[in-house]
């Protein structure tokens, strides 16, 4: 199985920027979309991005605008630029791969990483 690892959390204040990355142990399948997820304290882990084989990106609306994910498919990484950050973005971020399946994205089977915490400071 693909271990997958994320990193580049951090605390900072309110309107500041972080860049999170996640790498993965090998090769990902190129027909593969990846996701990231955040999971704020006491609550479920939500999707927030997510980008196509074919690099196609989409958002959750509480961060569309502010935030860009990408990928480097010949590092097997995978990136969140975060900007404009607000209070609601903390949480722990987890990074995963997966598919479309009629416009929704499903995550491949597998364990989590350890994810990445955010902090954003009022």
């Known amino acids: 199985q693909v271990q997958l690892a994320e990193s580049g959390g951090g605390l900072v204040q309110a309107g500041g920027s972080l860049r999170l990355s996640c790498a993965a142990s090998r090769s990902i399948f190129s027909g593969y979309a990846w996701g990231w997820y955040r999971q704020a304290p006491g609550k479920q882990r939500d999707l927030v991005a997510t980008?196509?084989?074919?690099?196609?990106?989409d958002y959750a609306d509480s961060v569309k605008g502010r935030f860009t994910i990408s990928r480097d498919k010949a590092k097997n990484t995978l990136y969140l630029q975060m900007n404009s950050l607000k209070p609601e973005d903390t949480g722990v971020y987890y990074c995963s791969t997966g598919i479309f399946h009629g416009g929704t994205y499903y995550r491949t089977l597998g364990p989590w990483g350890q994810g990445t915490q955010v902090t954003v400071s009022s």
């Open positions: 980008i196509s084989s074919g690099d196609s990106t």
